[in-house]
């Protein structure tokens, strides 16, 4: 046997999600969000599901060079632009559009001297204040670059905070489009919350990422209630069983002892893994298709779960740590993070592969 954990990748799903992007943003141009190595679902794997999408974005430049050298076609867009003058030429000869944020990738864009035009999205700092220009300096910036031989500006594009909260959209909303009055260029404004919310937001372009994994940009409402699906399972199998009498404990410090006779189970999977290490007792898992929960520490390649209630539960069993019939989403908040961390975490000795549907979702 070999070692039972795999995370399954569902095409279906991917294309479903790219679908729903759609509805939910019929006017705009899809740039689908696939950084960290597609949100750690193997960017290679998931490219067939996203023939869809206008444009890709990600940050790594040895990712966009490794895309154009398989021939996709579409843009690509850096976005977190160049880190270095050196990165400029191949991105120019790669065909690559590049974010410019800062005064320093502007002066490296001056300085340039490019063989082929390179496309760039100019970022407008609306809040978030990580990256991007002032709203103020935004019609500068745009004029310069506008007049540079080697430049061509693709959107002016901002990122938004708290798109996930009510109310928390129109201040940002507004400094935006005051830095863009009299720009004809198009914009670029959504990532998933905004994407859901694009009667609000709009925007030529918008950039959803998660949503189209099948997890959700909100705290409080779950990737179903937005029509999604999850693209990732991740499967494994019950190794051992435990029978513990009342008082015994299971796992590193003892963190879980049974208060009454229990049956546990010993899943391969643990945190070398990408399973978070601070899930607590109690965070939820699926054993043979039905709901149990996590039982002590999260050791490195194992975790266990409590089989009460599942008496058909035994080695060999089928377990799913997230994905179909278990959002992702529940466990990050079991284990007070976001789905987006659980996903890109996923470790690269766990197997992977591409299922149908069906597979993934029996
Ligand atoms: C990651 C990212 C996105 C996608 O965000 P999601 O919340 O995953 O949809 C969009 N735009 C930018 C600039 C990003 O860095």
Known sequence: MTRPLVAQVDLA???ANVARVRQYAPAAKVMAVVKANAYGHHLERVLPALDDADGLALLELDAALGLRRRGEARPLVLL????????????AAGGIDTVVH???????????????RIGVHVKVNTGMNRLGFAPAEVHGVCDELAKL???EIRTVMTHFARADEDGALEA??????AACRGLAWPRSLANSAGTV???????EWVRPGIMLYGATPFAGRSAASLGLVPAMTLRSRLIAVQS?????????GAMFTA??????????????????????NGTPVLVCGRRARTAGRVSMDMLAVDLAGIPEADVGSDVVLWGGGLPVDEVAVAAGTVGYELLCAVAPRVAFETVAAAAAHA
């Open 13 to 15: 799903a991917l294309k």
């Open 80 to 91: 977190e632009g160049c880190f270095d003058a050196r990165e400029l030429p191949e991105v």
């Open 102 to 116: 800062s005064p320093w990738q502007l002066a490296m864009l001056r300085e340039a001297r490019l063989a082929r």
């Open 149 to 151: 031989p080697g430049v």
């Open 172 to 177: 940002p909303l507004a400094r935006f489009a």
């Open 197 to 203: 919310r694009y009667a609000e937001v709009g925007g």
């Open 244 to 252: 513990l009498a009342a008082g015994e404990s299971v796992g590193y």
């Open 259 to 280: 208060r009454a006779p229990a049956r546990i189970g010993i899943v391969a999977c643990g945190y070398a893994d990408g399973y978070p290490r601070h899930a607590p």
